[in-house]
């Protein structure tokens, strides 16, 4: 029967990520998957993360199953550092997840059972995964405008447009923070725009925050999530631990229900179901060392002054390159990069210059012109900036 296969279309990045590791340049540079990487080149296990991992070696003495729903400490811990007091612990239904992946798949999942009519709002671009998933499940996907090509920042009006064509019984996917691929996000004003068309089509919202702590502080990136889930009887959450927590490959995730005025029995029940069905006993060892982290106070403060030593250097990153670019463009028309929050700017040229970058100079960014400024360094921005110029962006 296997003979029935037939090709999967490639994952644009993974396939990206496979070209640079056989590029066999030394001076190639890698803006392609979204993974951190410090001033050498190398994605570090954070201080927190290694001292947790330390004291698990030493305290754990057995390995047999967790909770179906993950373990609540972790639960209870993510609840708090994603949405704060921003709604009742009492409200959110949780269940931890393989990755941030997990969570949006089981989020799409659940809400096909709820609905199978459901219609999936996304923005025009997301990730590609999003796209994938939906179409593989089989959902119905409507594009709203987001990214201004000629400003490069946030169609806000195209986008509240598009999004007043939902109704009830919809999804909303909105990026929490750091939006991937674009790097434009919305302002508290606009977040409150997109609650006024949530409650006016009844829509739900679903927000994938995966890079929580990248854009603006681990509070304001999560501020828009917050206003969100205290406004709207219902939402989903998708979180991920794998930037923040440095832990990827962990996979180590959780996806959120708010659903006031469903039986909270059924609530908590059907996504433990979705996770009996799909991997039975989520993965633990990640959501361990990040409970250990956020309950214990020396390594909670180690944690958050690495992520913002992490933060501040991808902004002083993308303020190099802004201004680098001005300098050899004689423009300010690089400005944007500067602006944009998190670890993704989309430069906004076509898929042609990218190659030509790629093949000219060694540059690996994202077809559709996403770089990740993680992937960066003092010496390679100049780099960029010259390729870019080169190209004719
Ligand atoms: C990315 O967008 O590069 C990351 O989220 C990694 C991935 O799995 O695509």
């Known amino acids: 029967m296997f003979e029935h296969l037939t090709a999967q279309k490639p994952d644009g990045i993974l396939m990206l990520m496979q ?3 056989e590029d066999t340049r030394t001076d190639k540079v890698d803006l392609g998957v979204g993974v951190y990487k410090d001033a050498t080149g190398n994605t570090p296990i954070m201080r927190a993360v290694k001292a947790a991992e330390h004291q698990l070696w030493e305290a754990q003495d057995t390995k047999t199953y967790v909770g179906l729903a993950g373990a609540p400490d972790f639960n209870d811990a993510m609840v708090n550092l994603v949405l704060g007091d921003a709604v009742p612990r009492t409200s959110v239904h949780s269940v931890a ?9 089981q989020a799409f999942e659940l809400t096909r059972m709820a609905n199978p009519e459901a219609r999936v709002f996304v ?12 179409d593989y499940l089989g959902m119905e996907t409507v594009l709203y405008r987001y990214f201004d090509d000629e400003t490069r920042g946030v169609d806000f009006d195209g986008m509240i447009a598009d999004l007043k064509t939902a109704k009830k019984g919809d999804l909303i996917l909105l990026h929490g923070c750091c939006h991937n691929p674009t790097g434009a996000n919305l302002t508290g004003p606009q977040w409150d725009a997109v609650i006024a068309v949530l409650h006016d089509t009844g829509a739900t919202p679903m927000i994938d925050i995966a890079y929580q702590g990248f854009g603006d502080g681990l509070d304001a990136d999560a501020a828009g999530t917050r206003k969100v889930a205290a406004a709207v009887p219902e939402c989903l959450i998708a979180a991920s631990c794998s930037k923040n927590f440095g832990i990827y490959r962990e996979r180590t995730g959780i996806l ?3 659903a006031n005025g469903t039986d909270t029995g059924i609530a908590q029940g059907t996504l433990n179901f979705l996770n009996r069905q799909n991997y039975s006993f989520p993965p633990d060892h990640g959501a361990r060392l990040v409970t250990m982290i956020l309950n214990d106070d020396a390594l909670r ?7 913002e030593e992490m933060r501040l250097g991808m902004l002083t990153l993308r303020e190099q390159l802004a201004k680098e670019l001005e300098t050899r ?7 944007f990069l500067a602006e944009h929050r998190g670890m993704f700017s989309r430069l906004g040229t076509s898929s042609d210059l990218v190659e030509k970058m790629r093949t000219d100079s060694g ?5 559709d012109s996403r770089m990740n400024i993680a992937g960066l360094n003092a010496q390679t921005v100049p780099i960029l900036a010259e390729a870019i110029v080169k190209a004719g962006v």
């Open 19 to 21: 070209m640079y590791r």
């Open 97 to 105: 997840t393989p990755g941030g992946t997990g969570a949006v798949r």
């Open 123 to 134: 923005s025009n671009p997301t990730w590609p995964n999003h796209l994938s998933i939906l």
């Open 256 to 258: 959120m229900l708010i």
């Open 301 to 307: 403060a180690d944690w958050m002054a690495e992520l």
């Open 329 to 335: 463009s004689g423009s300010n028309r690089f400005g």
């Open 363 to 367: 540059i690996y960014m994202v077809g």
